[in-house]
Nanobody, 120 residues
Framework: QVQLVESGGGLVQPGGSLRLSCTAS????????MNWYRQAPGKERELVAR????????NYADSVKGRFTISRDNAKNTVDLQMNSLKFEDTAVYYC?????????????WGQGIQVTVSS
């Protein structure tokens, strides 16, 4: 079965950095768009960053542009999120997501989520 496993979360001070990693198994990783979402307490889940299959084009939420970088390694089935200049408002549970549309069907998978807390 498909598994997405996040790692790298934790507690960091404002202005600090963290690197999240998601390791995927059970799917043709290179064929999937990979996304990082986050959900803060009392808020809707929001898309943070996306990297396409193929050319690896990236998109970011306005709130993280210039601070976060998403990257993927198709040989290792991993997608990373480098988070710099972290702010209090980046505190959330971060989720790895895999998405593919193939033959009129959508395939969507989620990781279990990992906590990122920005606090002094």
């Amino acid at each position: 079965q498909v598994q997405l496993v996040e790692s790298g979360g934790g507690l960091v001070q404002p202005g600090g950095s963290l690197r999240l990693s998601c390791t995927a198994s059970g799917l043709t990783f290179s064929s999937y768009v990979m996304n990082w979402y986050r959900q803060a307490p009392g808020k809707e889940r929001e898309l943070v960053a996306r990297i396409s299959s193929g050319e690896g084009n990236t998109n970011y939420a306005d709130s993280v542009k210039g601070r976060f970088t998403i990257s993927r390694d198709n040989a290792k089935n991993t997608v990373d999120l480098q988070m710099n200049s972290l702010k209090f408002e980046d505190t959330a549970v971060y989720y790895c997501n895999a998405y593919r549309r193939y033959l009129l069907r959508e395939y969507v998978y989620w990781g279990q989520g990992i906590q990122v807390t920005v606090s002094s």
